[in-house]
Every structure is written in C-alpha cells, then in structure tokens.
C-alpha cells in the first residue's frame, strides 16, 4: 500500500543553520507530494508540491524535489529563522484514490 | 486563502456521553470534507470522507456507528463521537477541498480539536 515515513523528530537548529527534512514514500502509480506545516495552535498549511518525477516545488525560501529513482521528496532551507518552528508533515495523493496520506510529521524547532 | 474553522477547540467529556464536532468552511463552499484523528507523535488518519448531502464514507477500522458524520451544507460537516470512552481522546481535524479552487487538489485544514474523554 501506499506510505510516507519521514525522519524523527525532534529536529533542534540553531537560526540561519541548513535544514533538511528526509521523506520518502512508497506508491503504486504516479503519486503528487506534498509538504504541509502545521504552526502551534494552526491547521496545517499547504508549504510545497510536486505533480511529477523531478519537479521542484519551493515556498518561503523551502525546496523539495520529486525524486522517483529514490523515492524521496527531501524537504530543504539553506538558513532557517526562529518563525520556521512548526511541525512539518510530508504527505502523497495518489491520483486513483485522490487520498492524502501523511508521514509522522517532523517538529522542527529554531533557537535564536 | 480559504478558511477551514473547527468549534469547539478543545471539549473534556465524561465517559459514555457524545461530543459532536463542528468543521465550517468559511469564505467557499465545500462539497467535500474530510475528517482525520491525530495521535501525538503520530501522522494524520483519514477516519472518512463526507459529501454534501450524501453518506460520509468511512476507512477501514472506523466504526460509521461511534463516529457519526453530518454533511447538511456546503459550508458545514459535523463529526459526533457517540458513547466517548477515553480511548477516543485525540486530536480531530478536518479538511474542506475547494471545488472552485485553480488547484483541485488542494484541501484546506481547520485548526483542530483536542477530545478528552474522562
């Protein structure tokens, strides 16, 4: 079946430090990925996506790309600030079932 | 952007008693909402999926009977957990898709609720 594991959190930088955020999926067909962040207290926000195999979705200063021979769509910041705090969720819709199926989700937490 | 609210944000409840679960689409209509449970730690569960109108269709493993879903409106889903038990204390969040939208796949998630069931 179709699945998103992404790497435990939580993740703890220091601001203006590089982040990467590791997902990878398992899916039958061609599915579109997603990243969602979620801000305390916020509903989850669409951040990023990408429709088809090497495909670079960015948004506020994030990239991600579609990456099939790997199966991965790695979340990427060159230099985070102390507002990117937030729980990020990698998810992937699978254009048959048009289900949204997120990983675990990634608390990333920036120290001044 | 579109607007997804939730009421009540947070509710604690007694064992046995029902708690029902408002999700409003606030500047679209929805025809579509979707209704998720979220453990702490632990990724979003698709519980069903609820057309305006119609009956909610639920995933596998959810009890259609303990989770009752109500799409009356194209602006309201409500979600009622009957006879709570303090094992179905959690995080609720729906989704509202906006049919209007450019971006059709796209849903828009409300803020949640936390159920505690005492």
């Known amino acids: 079946g179709n699945s998103v594991t992404q790497m435990e959190g939580p993740v703890t930088l220091s601001e203006e430090a590089f982040l990467t955020i590791n997902c990878t999926y398992t899916?039958?067909?061609?599915?579109?990925l997603f990243w969602y962040v979620q801000y305390p207290g916020e509903g989850l926000q669409l951040l990023l996506k990408?429709?088809?195999?090497?495909d670079k979705g960015s948004n506020k200063g994030f990239e991600a790309t579609y990456r099939k021979e790997t199966t991965s769509f790695h979340l990427e910041k060159g230099s985070v600030q102390v507002s990117d705090s937030a729980v990020y969720f990698c998810?992937?819709?699978?254009?048959?079932?048009?289900?949204?199926?997120f990983g675990q989700g990634t608390e990333l937490s920036v120290k001044p | 952007g579109a607007v997804v609210s939730q009421h009540p944000s947070r509710v604690i409840c007694k064992s046995g008693t029902s708690v029902k679960i408002e999700c409003r689409s606030l500047?679209?209509?929805?025809?579509?909402m979707f209704w998720y449970r979220q453990f702490p730690k632990q990724s979003l569960m698709l519980m069903a999926t609820?057309?305006?109108?119609?009956?909610?269709?639920?995933e596998q493993g959810v009890e259609k009977d303990k989770f009752l879903i109500n799409h009356a409106s194209l602006t309201l889903s409500t979600l009622t957990v009957t006879s709570a038990h303090p094992e179905d204390s959690s995080f609720y969040i729906c989704?509202?898709?906006?049919?209007?939208?450019?971006?059709?796949?796209?849903?828009?998630f409300g803020p949640g609720t936390r159920l505690t069931v005492t």
């Open positions: 989704s509202a898709r906006d049919p209007g939208a450019v971006t059709s796949y796209e849903q828009y």
């Open positions: 899916a039958t067909g061609y599915p579109s």
């Open positions: 990408a429709t088809k195999a090497d």
């Open positions: 998810a992937l819709k699978n254009n048959q079932g048009g289900k949204l199926i």
């Open positions: 500047d679209f209509q929805a025809t579509t």
């Open positions: 609820s057309n305006e109108g119609s009956k909610a269709t639920y």
